[in-house]
């Protein structure tokens, strides 16, 4: 599968943003999706993760109530609607996908997932 994330931008402290992730192939309900992201000299980050069916998932504590994951399988569209923006989620954010058999399943450590988008840059200022 190929990811292609969108959305990132320029938002001041408190303003929001949605990033989208499009995926090619028709099997895009047979995999987990993450989202990850990276700040400028620092490792990269689990941020959120939805199951296969869209009815699990699961958030780092940092974005926990401010961010929101959710997927539309019809689309091959995963999404991050990102509110409360503050500079410290300043970061490249990644899309990833892995294949699993659980519908349930929720991945959340980044070395798991098998496909990777090329990252959309969020910037947030204060």
């Known amino acids: 599968v190929q990811l292609q994330a969108s959305g990132g931008g320029l938002v001041q402290a408190g303003g929001s943003l949605r990033l989208s992730c499009a995926a090619s192939?028709?099997?895009?309900?047979?995999?987990?999706m993450g989202w990850f992201r990276q700040a400028a000299g620092k490792e990269r980050e689990f941020v959120a993760t939805?199951?296969?069916?869209?009815?699990?998932?699961y958030y780092a504590d940092s974005v926990k109530g401010r961010f929101t994951i959710s997927r539309d399988n019809a689309e091959n569209l995963v999404y991050l609607q990102m509110n409360s923006l503050k500079p410290e989620d300043t970061a490249v954010y990644y899309c990833?996908?892995?294949?699993?058999?659980?519908?349930?399943?929720?991945?959340?450590?980044?070395?798991?997932?098998?496909?990777w988008g090329q990252g959309t840059q969020v910037t947030v200022s204060s």
């Open positions: 939805v199951s296969r069916s869209g009815a699990n998932s």
């Open positions: 990833a996908a892995d294949s699993v058999a659980s519908m349930v399943a929720v991945q959340t450590v980044a070395r798991t997932y098998k496909y």
């Open positions: 192939g028709r099997t895009f309900s047979s995999y987990v």
